[in-house]
Every structure is written in C-alpha cells, then in structure tokens.
C-alpha cells in the first residue's frame, strides 16, 4: 500500500492580493512561511521514500521549510507545476474578468469549453494530461510507503478531478484547495482511496 501526501503551496503575495500566478512566481508571505513550518512539524515523524515537488520556487520552499533539513530524496519533477495562464499571469481576478469576459466566465463556469489561446495559456486538456503523466509516473515509481507531493492549487484539483474520475465540464467540483493544507489518499496498485482532504487541523488560530 503507497501513502500519498498532498500539499499546496503556502500563502504568497499575489495569492494575499488575489493574483493569478500560474508559472510565474511570488515569495511566500510570513503566514505561508509559518504555516508550512507548522505543517513540518505535523509531519515530522512520517518517514517518506521520497518528495516529489513543481520546479517552481514558491513550491520549492514551501518543502523547504516543512522537511526542516530532513535527509529525504526530493525530486523536481517538471509536470508538477501549475497550469499556465499566459497573459493573465500577474493580473488580479478582477482585472481578468474585466479585459477577457468570455474567456474568464468559461474557465470558471464553463471549463470544457474554455478557450486558452487568446491570451496565449495553456489548454486545461493539456494541462490535465500532463499532470496525470506525472502522477501515474510517480505511482510506477513507488509501489508501498510514504511519498509527499508538494505543488499548487489548480495541480491538487487536476490530480483530485482524475481519481474522481471527473470530465473537465466538472472540474471545478473538486473541493477548494486551500495553502498549506494537507490531501492523504492511498493507493493499492488497483484503487485509490482517500483518508483526508485539504484538512487544516495543523493551522494555528494566530495565523
């Protein structure tokens, strides 16, 4: 039996000012520092075969701090990141539903039929069948024990959305993912199972 956990980034700055990342970058704020370090602890005495994480720095410290120097094989595995936004990256929601309507209201309340390419993003097939690869690739590599998947929102949802089983059309049924929180399921070679998702029981009230 494989143990899998599942870990958003922590807080950023453009997530404190509602902005859309995608692949590009933003620090962690002090609340995502100290929430990821929280979540270290919770998770200190799992023993992990090895950390798989988005080659993108948020992602990258973010396992930083919950592995606390720990002496845990990590992997950057590419396929991890999140989905690009192309020219929406920066933006605040707001000025994204002002300037692409259309586009906007379809990658919300439409996602099969949103369409990508006007402000040059990435396609959510796409994007959904990369982050599978990775997942089936990371599954092949460990057959029983412990691993941490440390990435993003929207990657959680893609990796969520598959073991539910879900068409794109009901993408956004997945449960919303929150910083820091914690998504455990296993997996016996033939099926998944989910112990937790997006808990926050580690979170403090003062942060």
């Known amino acids: 039996m494989l143990t899998i956990y599942l870990v958003r980034h922590g807080e950023t700055q453009s997530n404190r000012e509602n902005r859309l990342q995608g ?11 100290k929430k990821a370090q929280l979540l270290g602890k919770r998770l200190s005495k799992i023993e992990f075969n090895a950390v ?34 192309g020219e929406w990256e920066g933006m605040t929601k707001e000025e994204v ?10 990658y919300w309340n439409a996602p099969h039929q949103y369409d990508h390419r006007p402000h040059k993003a990435e396609g ?3 994007f959904r069948n990369r ?8 599954l092949a590599e460990n ?8 990435t993003h929102g929207i990657t959680i949802k893609a990796i969520l959305a598959y073991i539910m089983d879900l068409p ?6 997945t449960p919303y993912i929150f910083n820091t929180s914690l998504t455990v399921f296993h997996w016996d070679g033939e099926r998944f199972q989910f ?6 029981s580690h979170f403090e009230k003062d942060c």
């Open 23 to 33: 692949w590009k970058d933003s620090p962690l704020t002090d609340k995502g520092i």
């Open 52 to 85: 798989y994480q988005s080659p993108i720095e948020r992602v990258v410290k973010t396992a930083e701090y919950i592995l606390s120097r720990r002496n845990i094989p990590t992997i950057t595995e590419e396929n991890l990141k999140e989905i690009g936004f």
């Open 97 to 106: 539903r002002e300037k692409y309507k259309k586009e906007n209201d379809n």
């Open 124 to 126: 959510l097939a796409d």
């Open 131 to 138: 982050v599978e690869d990775a997942l089936k690739r990371i």
């Open 143 to 150: 057959d029983s024990g412990n691993i941490l998947i440390v």
């Open 168 to 173: 794109t059309e009901k993408f956004w049924d």
């Open 195 to 200: 112990e937790m998702v997006d808990d926050t």
